[in-house]
């Protein structure tokens, strides 16, 4: 099983990032996805849900209306679109694969907004 996150970097405040995470060695259509992120000397936080077919996405209140997560589940593929972001978004962002016991981490991709 791998999860890998690309598309992180270092942003200005009010710029857009996409973040991107590609699986493999599981059956991607069946699972949630999730983004989490986790700044430095904080615990980590769920930013955005992914239903298994892409229909239904969630969010964290301090995201809301800034980020939105989609899917392909034809590339394996979940996406992270986050607009006007803020120094507050300032963290590792990790993608989460869950389906009834099975749980897996990508290794993280370091978003830094800062001017």
């Known amino acids: 099983v791998q999860l890998v996150e690309s598309g992180g970097g270092l942003v200005q405040p009010g710029g857009s990032l996409r973040l991107s995470c590609a699986a493999s060695?599981?059956?991607?259509?069946?699972?949630?996805m999730n983004w989490y992120r986790q700044a430095p000397g904080k615990e980590r936080e769920l930013v955005a849900v992914s239903s298994s077919s892409g229909n239904i996405g969630n969010y964290a209140d301090s995201v809301k209306g800034r980020f939105t997560i989609t899917r392909d589940n034809a590339k394996n593929t979940v996406y992270l679109q986050m607009n006007s972001l803020k120094p507050e978004d300032t963290a590792v962002y990790y993608c989460?694969?869950?389906?009834?016991?099975?749980?897996?981490w990508g290794q993280g991709t370091q978003v830094t907004v800062s001017s």
């Open positions: 989460n694969a869950k389906r009834a016991l099975f749980d897996y």
């Open positions: 060695g599981f059956t991607f259509s069946r699972y949630v």
